[in-house]
């Protein structure tokens, strides 16, 4: 795949080459990636520039923003993601609106390390659940392994999932085994580890246990 | 081939469709409200499954249509066609061999496999809709899983009739939780929406709705303890290829009032006829 870049301060965030269709193979795997929760993907473009003080967005995530934002969508951006670069990044190739506020916004851009359980993001009413906001969250690892269980649909038996040991992946963990109870309204998480890409949506069953 | 509006539809379109999707398949059997576009052909043709086929369809996806199990109907060649058209694609008429297949209907006969797509057309997307017309009210219901409604017209039929009248999109109740039309198929196709390892996705255009169940989701047609839900079955074994297992549709055969049955799955049927030959 050919790459079209942007320059924003001697930084390159790539565009998606061949819009129409790299936004649909794209999109593609990434609505395997929530019908199969659990399942990992990699998603094939460029990755953005590893500039950031902490974890970078990586190459899954930018897909996704690139895929699914527009100038209809509301960002909202964790602090330790947050630079103008990627701002400029998200205006320039997506129009999105970028929001300071959480409840507002259509997707969120967060690591496990500024995933924070009180932070107020949508998450739909009773009638239209719909209008939740979507977390597309930067994890340590994913890899099938370990010892959370995902059960649910689009998952024939169970499947593992390990995204990380850190207390913000566990917190993670914990805030999707939540979804449960607030069902049909919850969160919906899209987690990115470099290239890799899996998705946890709120009606998968999330065994929490803890291992010591 | 027009490469930027790749299937017809503007990107933007595309992106609106495929977040509800997204959201449509973290809520199995929940409607999601989307802006559809004006397609370029009548409500009755499909529209909603159209501009759901539209916006997932690869340049390397091999499409199949049906109608009413048919691949030859008038209203299948011509979405057939059109996707040819505006987006290139193979296409096929073997189940086995498609990535994506658009249905009016029917679920096809043979199994569907992992990773396949299959979209239906909905013309009424509200399963509660006639009892309460309003969409407010409705959406109240479903909030409040008040179902009871739905069981009670079912057992009317049974009280009149002594066994459940419903025949075609037989409501059923989607991981335990949302009460969804699965479109006018009819109940003998039911229990393949049960765990089916394909994704299931249904468009409707007029109301601008579409809904979606998972792979490997529990699918329950609504039922009673003392009246289990059933489906169809025939006396006949389809008079071309002798399955005793498929959907049959009652044909004329010549103007002296001959009839047979035949497998309404088109494919299917050919399928077992080349075997057997
Ligand atoms: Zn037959």
Known sequence: ?212 | MDGYNFAYLDEQTKRMIHRALLKAVAIPGYQVPFGGREMPMPYGWGTGGVQLTASILGADDILKVIDQGADDTTNAVSIRHFFQRVAGVETTTATTAADVIQTRHRIPETPLRAGQILVFQVPIPEPLRFIEPSEQETRLMHALEEYGVMHVKLYEDIARYGHIATTYAYPVKVDGRYVMDPSPIPKFDNPKLDGNPALMLFGAGREKRLYAIPPYTPVESLDFEDHPFEIQRWEHSCALCGSDRSYLDEVITDDKGGRMFVCSDTDYCQTRRGDVA
């Open chain 1, 1 to 212: 795949m050919t790459v079209k870049t942007e320059m924003t301060k001697d930084l390159v965030w790539p565009g998606l080459a061949d819009p129409a269709h790299d936004s649909q193979r794209l999109f593609r795997q990434i609505l395997g990636a929530m019908s199969e929760p659990g399942t990992l993907t990699t998603l094939a473009l460029p990755a953005p520039p590893q500039a950031a003080p902490s974890d970078a967005l990586g190459a899954a995530l930018w897909g996704a923003v690139l895929t699914l934002c527009d100038l209809e969508t509301r960002v909202w951006i964790a602090a330790d993601l947050d630079s103008p670069a990627l701002r400029q990044a998200l205006t320039f190739h997506t129009g999105a609106r970028i929001t300071d506020d959480p409840v507002s916004a259509d997707f969120a851009l967060l690591t496990h390390e500024s995933f924070d359980p009180q932070t107020p993001f949508a998450l739909g009413s009773d009638t239209y659940p719909d209008r939740a906001t979507t977390l597309l969250v930067v994890v340590e690892r994913l890899a099938n392994a370990g010892p959370s269980m995902l059960s649910g649909p689009g998952i024939e038996t169970t499947r593992a999932l390990d995204i990380g040991d850190s207390p913000g992946c566990r917190a993670l963990k914990d805030r999707l085994a939540a979804n449960r109870a607030s069902f049909p309204r919850g969160l919906d998480m899209i987690f990115g580890c470099g290239a890799q890409l899996a998705a946890v949506p709120r009606s998968t069953r999330v065994d929490s246990r803890e291992v010591n």
